[in-house]
């Protein structure tokens, strides 16, 4: 599910040959869309982000296509809980560090240890550019994953309370003052997209 304009970044083709494999990459995980709307966001906020960051938003969440990884328990877990949040940002990292390294002589083209750097500052930020790959993927999270979040509810794995403050903690993450004017409308949109608390027996 995706929000409609105006709130929405323009979608942006692939910056160089490394960025378009790695859209080819990630293409079989389910939340696919997320990552290139990242990427699209990261562009709309910073139209001079290095290739190094545009990868690094394409990529963020991918070591979830994997099994294997850290579980998060939506029910009664803290959405920032930093042992989930940074087992789950450095197994990230280290996916693209070893994809980018059997991509051979293509990947000189890129810094794979900005990337590294970059996916692994994904949740929360910091500077040279982690600041922006963060509020693309804050963004991003509202704009496309607003329907999964509902869907957690609906279905009993968290309350409407807890899957509101998952969508509140994306947008107060955001530090970079050009994402907060998009932060808000979006995060009214998604919580108008929460149903009423529903009765699982």
Do not use: N
Not at 6 to 16: D, F, K, L, M, N
Not at 42 to 62: F, Q, S, Y
Not at 153 to 181: F, H, I, N, W
Request: proline share 6%; hydrophobic share 45%.
């Amino acid at each position: 599910m995706t929000a409609p304009q105006p709130w929405t970044a323009p979608r942006v083709e692939a910056g160089g040959e490394v960025e378009a494999l790695a859209a080819e990459w990630i293409a079989p995980y389910g939340q696919a869309e997320h990552l290139v709307r990242a990427r699209d966001w990261l562009v709309h906020l910073a139209p001079t982000a290095t290739a190094e960051m545009r990868i690094a938003a394409l990529t963020h969440d991918v070591e979830r296509m994997f099994p294997g990884g850290p579980v998060l328990r939506h029910a009664d877990q803290r959405w920032d809980d930093p042992v989930y949040l940074y087992a789950h940002s450095l197994r990230s990292a280290e996916a693209v560090t070893v994809w980018l390294g059997g991509l051979g002589a293509v990947a000189a083209a890129v810094d794979p240890a900005e990337i590294r750097r970059l996916v692994g500052l994904h949740e929360v930020g910091g500077i040279d550019g982690a600041d922006e790959v963060q509020a693309a993927d804050s963004l991003s999270f509202l704009e496309t994953l607003a329907g999964l979040t509902r869907d957690w509810v609906r279905s009993g794995v968290c309350s409407r309370l807890q899957a509101e403050r998952k969508l509140r903690y994306m947008a107060d993450r955001v530090r970079l003052p050009a994402a907060t004017e998009y932060a808000a409308p979006l995060l009214e949109w998604a919580i108008d997209l929460l149903p009423a608390e529903v009765a699982h027996r």
